[in-house]
């Protein structure tokens, strides 16, 4: 069974930290790139960052660059999400997603509708 179980998301103020992690299991996790999506109630949801070991790549929303680092511990199946400098407008639900590298280019060409399987999400909520 694929599943995909995202932990880390809290309450935290204005210029906290949290670090999400995104458990992977049922699929073959090196052929896959892993990304983080974030939503707020009515909006669309966005992607965040993307990483894909394999091919060595990983990307970043404008917003949270510089801010935000993704990682992954294959040995772990896991993919981390460490948030600095947290600001309001990021609360929202973080979900992480996989798709076949291949079909994303290696992070280079993914998005909400071309994700294979998403995770159930943990809710970040950043206080002003």
């Known amino acids: 069974e694929v599943q995909l179980v995202e932990s880390g998301g809290g309450l935290v103020q204005a210029g906290g930290s949290l670090r999400l992690s995104c458990a992977a299991s049922?699929?073959?996790?090196?052929?896959?790139?892993i990304g983080w999506f974030r939503q707020d109630p009515g909006k669309e949801r966005w992607g965040v960052s993307c990483?894909?070991?394999?091919?060595?790549?990983?990307y970043y929303e404008d917003s949270v660059k510089g801010r935000f680092t993704i990682s992954s511990d294959n040995a772990k199946n896991t993919v981390y999400l460490q948030m600095n400098s947290l600001k309001p407008e990021d609360t929202a639900v973080y979900y992480c997603?996989?798709?076949?590298?291949?079909?994303?280019?290696?992070?280079?060409?993914?998005?909400?509708?071309?994700?294979?399987?998403w995770g159930k999400g943990t809710l970040v909520t950043v206080s002003s």
């Open positions: 997603a996989a798709a076949l590298r291949t079909a994303v280019a290696g992070c280079g060409f993914w998005n909400y509708y071309g994700m294979d399987y």
């Open positions: 049922g699929f073959t996790f090196d052929d896959y790139a």
């Open positions: 990483i894909s070991s394999s091919d060595g790549n990983t």
